[in-house]
T-cell receptor, first 113, second 116 residues
């Protein structure tokens, strides 16, 4: 069954701790994305990657880091430098074309205590 | 970079009536305009999209129109049903301010409420 899997679904962390969100896809998509969703703010792009071993900053990259060592995996680390990390995080992927459908994972909700 | 404005933020309509959601974009180079539907607690899913060489596209009760000159596009839902209640996001593709040649910029979303 093809798709995008995000884990964990819910995550709690203390201030000052780094946390890594997992994103795996078996759709053979070249491009992968991380979005942050806050109430009333829509979806804002954090990082994206169009090819293995390469990634680009989106609109709100500060306080986040990513890696793309394998085509199917694009983990996101929320570092202690992120001022307001509590949010809903969505991973997505699509074929390399910028006019292709974006497929989303089910999201990870991070709460900083 | 691209900037997408979406209106209204909340829309309440009677079941059976039509709903219209409007978006404007800033980058004239944008050439792809999808609409996503997100039901409560679920992932966003594509419902319809339009490319810049087309002015209108229809799929059953859903239609999207694009005016490239004015840089705006709209989602039209006719004969609304309870299952249409959700948050709808418009988006535009374009060149990111970071220099990448790929990306979607989303509007802030419209919460559509279908009143029985």
């Amino acid at each position: 069954d093809g798709g995008i899997t995000q884990s964990p679904k819910y995550l709690f962390r203390k201030e000052g701790q780094n946390v890594t969100l997992s994103c795996e896809q078996n759709l053979n998509h070249d491009a992968m994305y991380w979005y942050r969703q806050d109430p009333g703010q829509g979806l804002r792009l954090i990082y994206y990657s169009q090819i293995v071993n390469d990634f680009q900053k989106g609109d709100i990259a500060e306080g986040y880091s990513v890696s793309r060592e394998k085509k199917e995996s694009f983990p996101l680390t929320v570092t202690s430098a992120q001022k307001n990390p509590t949010a809903f995080y969505l991973c997505a992927s699509r074929w390399g074309s910028n006019t292709g459908e974006l497929f989303f994972g089910e999201g990870s909700r991070l709460t900083v205590l | 970079g691209e900037n997408v404005e979406q209106h209204p933020s909340t829309l309440s309509v009677q079941e059976g009536d039509s709903a219209v959601i409007k978006c404007t974009y800033s980058d004239s180079a944008s050439n792809y305009f999808p609409w996503y539907k997100q039901e409560l607690g679920k992932r966003p899913q594509l419902i319809i999209d339009i490319r810049s060489n087309v002015g209108e596209k229809k799929d059953q009760r859903i239609a999207v129109t694009l005016n490239k000159t004015a840089k705006h596009f709209s989602l039209h839902i006719t004969e609304t049903q309870p299952e249409d209640s959700a948050v709808y996001f418009c988006a535009a593709s374009g060149v990111y301010s970071g220099g990448g040649a790929d990306g979607l910029t989303f509007g802030k979303g419209t919460h559509l409420i279908i009143q029985p």
